[in-house]
Nanobody, 114 residues
Framework: QVQLAESGGGLVQPGGSLRLSCAAS????????MGWYRQAPGEQRELIAR???????NYADSVKGRFTISRNNAENTVYLEMNNLKPEDTAVYYC????????WGPGTQVTVSS
């Protein structure tokens, strides 16, 4: 069974930065496109960033220009670099495929507050 494990979240002040990591138990190259999702309290989970096997990226408008998704196929890891964080970025962040979803990992909490 494929396992995904997110890490790197925490409490950060507005304008700050965090780098999230997602380690997969299988080859992410074989999976294909990977994505970062987030779920804020009372909201539905949403896809915010996507990276293809070859490195092409797409972003939700809410994070475009501030977040950068990347992947290391050799290490089966997906990253999300988050800059200029805002209070509305507060959520639990998850990684998963950008296609047929796998079982969700535990996520990592990001809280942006002064």
């Amino acid at each position: 069974q494929v396992q995904l494990a997110e890490s790197g979240g925490g409490l950060v002040q507005p304008g700050g930065s965090l780098r999230l990591s997602c380690a997969a138990s299988v080859s992410i190259f074989s999976i294909g496109a990977m994505g970062w999702y987030r779920q804020a309290p009372g909201e539905q989970r949403e896809l915010i960033a996507r990276v293809t096997r070859g490195g092409t990226t797409n972003y939700a408008d809410s994070v475009k220009g501030r977040f950068t998704i990347s992947r290391n196929n050799a290490e089966n890891t997906v990253y999300l670099e988050m800059n200029n964080l805002k209070p509305e970025d507060t959520a639990v962040y998850y990684c998963n495929t950008a296609g047929d979803l796998l079982n969700w990992g535990p996520g990592t909490q990001v809280t942006v507050s002064s």
